[in-house]
């Protein structure tokens, strides 16, 4: 099978069936500016800027971070949410060769002094109201500068206010900015953003790096605890553009992509400001995800493509559902000729089906992952399939692996075969920053010398070559040497009408390895609890082998979740030996006897 399904059994090598661009992601926006100049590039706030306004503010701040000492190859850590200066800052350093660290304005401060310490920065750029973190991570690292960012500008007069108080705040009831200010003891020094750009020259240096230089280091471990930072090179992320594309078969200079998902997440990166810039779309650019300003802007400007992520989807569907029926009406008439694609964490099919039967649009899920740039799959714009994460990507080879250490890879992706899916492409990144044992473990080479990616997914393909996540390799719960998968039965207990949220971790036990204990969000008090269990249990007994089904149901509040919607596992493994009190087993005459029989 050729490398556009993306089939490989031998691990041969394939030919490529695209083209690629062969200049770096700084000179996109010159080629966008080149052809689509007048185009607005960026609408924001009731602001608009056109491809060539975005090129002359990025070409100004490139060649004031120049005078700055910030050189090729010198990294630049960037904790910005979505603004036009997030945009114009990532597009300077790459004019100059320099290296994105790209990190957001919600990493905690420890978090981000081990960033600082792996990644070593010459240059901050960060919003105003991190001030105090910025300057106590700084404290380990004298020598460096930063740059802030302020958003008080764009605010209406009556938020300005607002936006002050949090700013004298967050300085300790010191108004002003932080220009000039020194970290103690170091040679540090902060100015602002528009200081800079004000007093820089309208050209910058002329760098061009090489397409296997880095462009983007991207931290990553959001759902394992474990900082990691993958080196994403230029070839990488055209790559991925590129595959995106000619998936989307975007129009050149007539596209409006809603840009709600966050840029410092790689998905909010590739889908939102590369494909964009790559195609000479209109960025219709949020900050932060409020449903009803998602809303506003869908029914004035009518995005044609709309990339989501489930946490994004949700609150979607129940505002459709909730809000005033004349504004529903505007928004699904204004969705009718767009694109929505979903990705970050997994869409549920009751939740892709709400959505269709709510706006008349199926929902095409993708799948990828920091390390991959981050798309691997997606499904077909035309005819996705509900539940599936699609096709793999043009140029993209998969092969299937083992389960166990001592498992032999699966000879073939056919109907049905499971194993975990390994990735081969131009989009997987080369490794992890000083990080060669994770590397290794997720990085290996055929014979043939090509590099595989391990996601560390189980996945199932289908008679015609779609495939379906059903776990993560780490999850699978050993319960008395059968395997369980916590996301069937997480998707199984989601289909009850009174749970909102739902997760599955296994929790160690003497007599069976492992037992199988979810935890229940139902958002509202549970007063009938037997009644409930009863009721959960029936459902899973009803789709689940006998030895899936939970021993043990915990009903808690909420679940730990990533900005992006992706569970965190980890956090509910922390405390999985200490069990709340506020659970329900299930009894051992209705359900301890599984474990018997497999004894």
């Not at 790096?209 to 931290?219: G, H, K, Y």
């Not at 069976?512 to 009938?528: E, F, H, L, S, Y």
Request: glycine letters at 8%; one cysteine or more.
């Amino acid at each position: 099978m050729d490398g556009q399904n993306g089939h490989s059994e031998s691990g041969k090598v394939f030919e490529s069936t695209l083209q690629y661009p062969t200049t770096p992601l700084g000179q996109l926006l010159d080629q966008s500016a080149q052809r689509f100049g007048n185009t607005d590039a960026i609408m924001y706030c009731d602001q608009r800027w056109t491809y060539d306004q975005l090129l002359q503010n990025a070409n100004r701040l490139a060649a004031g971070l120049a005078l700055q000492g910030v050189l090729k190859g010198d990294r630049v850590l960037m904790t910005l949410p979505n603004c036009p200066e997030f945009i114009i800052c990532f597009m300077a350093v790459q004019k100059l060769g320099g290296i994105v660290v790209n990190a957001g304005p919600l990493m905690g401060g420890d978090d981000l002094q081990q960033l600082m310490a792996m990644t070593t920065p010459k240059l901050i750029i960060a919003i105003d109201l991190q001030f105090p973190m910025i300057v106590g991570c700084c404290q380990r690292n004298t020598n460096v500068n930063w740059l802030s960012v302020s958003l008080k500008d764009y605010q209406p007069i009556w938020k300005r206010l607002g936006y002050r108080a949090k700013l004298i705040q967050a300085r300790g009831g010191e108004s002003g900015h932080a220009e000039g200010v020194t970290v103690d003891g170091g040679s540090g020094y902060s100015m602002r953003l528009e200081e800079l750009l004000a007093h820089s020259p309208a050209r910058p240096p002329s760098v061009v790096p090489e397409l296997d230089d880095t462009a983007v280091l991207q931290p990553t471990g959001g759902t394992s605890g474990t900082l990691k930072v993958a080196i994403l090179s230029h070839r990488n992320l055209l790559a991925n553009v590129t595959q995106l594309s000619t998936l989307v078969r975007l129009r050149p200079g007539q596209d409006r992509i809603l840009s709600v998902l966050p840029m410092f997440h790689v998905y909010g990166l590739s889908t939102c400001l590369f494909t964009a810039i790559f195609n000479a779309a209109t960025m219709l650019l949020l900050t932060r995800f409020r449903v009803n300003d998602m809303l506003d802007v869908i029914c004035r400007h009518k995005p044609t493509v709309l990339p989501l992520a489930p946490a994004i989807i949700e609150p979607m569907c129940k505002a459709l559902e909730s809000g005033p029926e004349k504004r529903s009406i505007e928004v699904i008439a204004a969705l009718q000729s767009t694109i929505i694609t979903s990705g970050a964490a997994p869409l549920l099919p009751k939740t892709s089906r709400r959505f269709c039967e709510l706006t008349g649009i199926q929902i095409a899920q993708g799948y990828g992952l920091t390390e991959a740039s981050p798309v691997t799959h997606a499904n077909p714009i035309d005819k996705p399939r509900v539940g599936s994460i699609g096709l793999p990507l043009p140029d993209t080879q998969v092969r299937l692996g083992g389960l166990d250490q001592d498992d032999e890879d699966v000879a073939a992706v056919g109907d049905n075969a499971t194993g975990e899916l390994l990735v081969c492409g131009p989009q997987v990144m080369s490794s992890y920053i000083d990080n060669p044992e994770e590397t290794q473990r997720m990085i290996s080479f055929d014979e043939h010398g090509q590099k595989w990616l391990h996601t560390g997914d189980i996945v199932r393909v289908d008679a015609d070559g779609f495939y379906y996540v059903i776990d993560r390799c780490k999850d699978m719960i050993n319960r008395g040497g059968l395997k369980v998968y916590p996301r069937q039965v997480e998707n199984v207990i989601k289909t009850h009408e009174r749970v909102i949220d739902a997760a599955v971790i296994g929790r160690d036990d003497p007599v069976q390895t492992q037992i199988v204990v979810a935890m229940v969000v139902t958002g509202k008090p549970v007063v009938d609890r037997e009644g409930l269990v009863a009721s959960l249990r029936s459902l899973c007994r009803e789709h689940l082998a006998p030895y899936a089904v939970p021993e043990v149901i915990e009903f808690v509040k909420e679940l730990p979740h990533t900005a992006l919607g992706k569970l965190q596992k980890y956090r509910l493994r922390e405390d999985a030996q200490s069990p709340a009190e506020d659970k329900i087993s299930f009894g051992p005459d209705q359900d301890l006897h599984v474990a018997k029989d497999i004894h």
